[in-house]
């Protein structure tokens, strides 16, 4: 065997995450991994709920990153939460939605869905309604930044609904944590979940989640123990809570930690408004840019997502080939479409790091270019050579 050394290449990471990570990041995941008990390493982590908090704009205790990633935050919140034969009114515009359903129906629970257009934000009447006619449900749960279609739902509208009929809420802010405002104890979210790898530009594998007191409480009333061992908040909390006796649960993963810790204390020197202004500015700079070139959005403009942009594939272009081109010839990733949207969006992330004026500037040239070359070459013997580059 003559395995060398992994050197992956320099990509810019416009896609629906991960997002590029900064080399302070980097560096910080590089120091030496210490043990998990260390005191040294618990200071770590109680700076890193501190910074979660902040991210969150909530002071719930239970605030710290699930040892996985967004979907293990999902999970987590779902397995606490839901107990079997619970009826739970879940919003669907998107896969993401799609999967939340999934977790109630392999919980044992009895999904309600509210069903609403891929590229439409979750309809509050919608909600309202189906809560009426299901006066026993108890949760209602929905995706806050749909990253399948680049969709923004109203959370603070849905969760002020939600408890209007009594039931408390879950929300995945995967994709909108750090990029766009999200206020959990304004707000009222009683349980929420995020990853490390997209607005927050930390690498993937670590899932923030915040559940107010509401929520633990209704763990507490549990009449089934929480059916993951792994993901139960009670056993977890005894080795992230705030006591000082920290109890053995897993091996945090101790360098991720790092790397989310240099992620958070970035952020907060950017300043969370700052952060999410400069998400707004570089969506608009991005809009500009893609409609000069003929293309449009898919999602209407006052539920657009700035750091996920869904973008109609024009007419006799291979989506696939264009993608294939910006990575190979730009070092340049986006996304492709999922279930219903596949071959007909491209999805461009500007998230966290990623979200800059010199990357709207490189992918709006770069698609430009690649469309030209693609539209150049059509109807041309495969033989000849592609058209110069712009
Ligand atoms: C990315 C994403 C997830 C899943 O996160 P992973 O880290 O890929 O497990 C869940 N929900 C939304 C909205 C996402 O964008």
Not at 284 to 290: D, E, F, K, T, W
Not at 346 to 357: A, D, N
Request: with cysteine; glycine share 8%; aromatic share 6%.
């Amino acid at each position: 065997m003559s395995i060398r050394s992994f050197n992956p290449p320099m990509r810019t990471l416009m896609g629906p995450g991960p997002s590029d990570v900064h080399p302070r990041v980097l560096a910080a995941m590089a120091r030496p991994t210490i043990g998990h008990l260390d005191p040294a390493f618990v200071g770590m982590m109680d700076e890193v709920k501190a910074m979660l908090q902040y991210a969150f704009q909530t002071r719930n205790h239970l605030t710290m990153p699930v040892s996985a990633p967004g979907s293990a935050g999902m999970e987590t919140c779902f397995v606490n939460l839901v107990e079997p034969g619970d009826k739970v009114v879940v919003c669907v515009n998107g896969v993401f939605g799609g999967r939340m359903k999934e977790n109630v129906d392999r919980l044992g629970g009895v999904p309600i869905l509210v069903e609403n257009a891929w590229g439409d934000p979750v309809d509050p009447n919608k909600l309202e309604d189906t809560l009426r006619s299901h006066g026993d449900a108890r949760l209602v749960a929905f995706v806050h930044a749909e990253t399948s279609t680049g969709a923004r739902s109203d959370a603070k509208t849905l969760v002020e609904i939600a408890h209007r009929h009594d039931c408390l809420t879950i929300v995945d802010a995967v994709t909108s944590l750090g990029g766009i405002p999200m206020k959990v104890d304004e707000w009222g979210i009683d349980a929420i979940y995020s990853g490390s790898q997209k607005c927050l530009s930390c690498t993937p594998g670590l899932s923030p989640v915040s559940l107010n007191e509401r929520a633990i409480e209704k763990i507490k009333r549990r009449k089934s123990p929480v059916p993951s061992w792994f993901l139960d908040l009670t056993l977890v909390m005894g080795y992230w809570g705030g006591s000082n006796k920290r109890t053995y649960h897993h091996t945090a993963p101790v360098n991720a930690l790092y790397g989310l810790h240099e992620a958070l204390v970035m952020l907060q020197e950017e300043g969370l408004e700052n952060a999410w202004a400069r998400h707004e500015k570089n969506y608009h700079a991005l809009r500009a840019g893609v409609e000069a070139l003929g293309l449009k959005f898919i999602v209407r403009e006052d539920s657009r997502l700035p750091q996920l942009n869904a973008i109609a594939v024009p007419a006799n272009i291979d989506e696939a080939k264009v993608r294939q081109l910006l990575l190979s010839d730009y070092n340049l990733e986006i996304g492709a479409g999922l279930g219903a949207l596949a071959g007909r969006i491209f999805r461009v992330g500007l998230m966290g790091q990623t979200s800059s004026m010199k990357n709207v500037v490189l992918f709006v040239n770069a698609l430009k270019e690649v469309i030209a070359r693609l539209q150049h070459s059509a109807g041309r013997s495969a033989a000849e050579p592609p058209a110069l580059r712009a």
